[in-house]
């Protein structure tokens, strides 16, 4: 029987590193630590030696679709599938509230975009009964909208990826030809950017589940954690760690397509009005 695989994207620091350290502690297999910089993931390697751990490192920039390519290549040729895989890698330009097209499509492009080279390259190896688990976050619950006309779109039953993707652009054409409105979003439209790119994570879940039946696909926000994005965090990362790995390891494997928050209930994504959106303190 092959040996199980897992992989943590962006996890030379913070919340990865934490999901990385947990599970060489408690998964019976091989745990790649992945990170865009060869030197620091190293580096993150070498942390957890320190302790008696072994994560295997692999370089993985998840905005370059020939990184994740090769880092699927990899996983082919040496393992012939992945049973787990933690979509953590993410940005948030944090000082910047209303950004510029640029940014907000950088932020996009990142913590959304490279979740569909993701699946394109990484979901096919998948085995029976993966596990996957996308980082979301406050930023990622329906109630950061405001527009009537994107929370028709994204909640409808049949929702498809091309929804997400023109809910995308309509927010990112509105930042670069200046019609951007703050009031389609909660909390006057502040980091717009983040809270679109993690609705879009969020509202991906739901559709991979949809397509990925043999897999458990979840969402979830780890809360609001201390991490170099945002220093006034209240939550240590490490803790949030242990939420991830329950949803890999303990969850029922019948928990698909669920959005968990930070206190391990599971809200309704689709509680526009409840008080779930991210409230962006100065």
Request: proline share 2%; aromatic share 10%.
């Amino acid at each position: 029987m092959a040996q199980k695989v897992a992989a943590v994207t962006g996890s030379n620091k913070g919340l990865g590193f934490f999901v990385v350290k947990r599970l060489c502690q408690r998964f019976d297999g091989i745990v790649y630590l992945l990170s865009r910089n060869k030197e620091r993931g190293l580096e993150a390697v070498r942390k957890l030696n320190k302790i008696g751990l072994k994560p295997e490192f692999h370089l993985l920039d998840v905005s370059d679709k020939e990184s994740i390519k090769e880092f699927a290549e990899f996983i082919k040729t040496k393992h012939g599938g992945l049973d787990v895989l933690v979509n953590n890698a993410a940005i948030m330009d944090y000082n910047t509230v209303y950004p510029t097209y640029e940014g907000a499509k950088h932020n996009i492009d990142v913590n959304y975009r490279s979740l569909l080279d993701i699946e394109k390259y990484l979901y096919p190896l998948l085995r029976d009964g993966a596990r996957v688990v996308n980082v979301s976050s406050m930023c990622g619950h329906l109630s950061n909208l405001r527009n009537k006309k994107w929370l028709d779109l994204l909640t409808k039953e049949d929702l498809e990826t091309e929804d997400i993707n023109n809910f995308v652009d309509d927010y990112l054409n509105s930042v670069k030809n200046g019609t951007f409105r703050k009031e389609d979003f909660a909390d006057e439209g502040k980091h717009a950017e983040h809270r679109v790119s993690k609705i879009a994570v969020t509202a991906l879940t739901m559709v991979q589940q949809r397509k990925y039946k043999n897999i458990s696909i979840n969402a979830v926000h780890p809360g609001y954690l201390k991490t170099d994005m945002a220093t006034n965090g209240v939550r240590d990362p490490e803790e949030a760690a242990d939420l991830i790995v329950y949803l890999i390891l303990d969850a029922s494997p019948n928990l698909k397509g669920a959005f968990m928050w930070d206190n391990k209930k599971l809200v309704d994504w689709y509680d526009v009005d409840g008080d779930y959106y991210y409230k962006h303190e100065d």
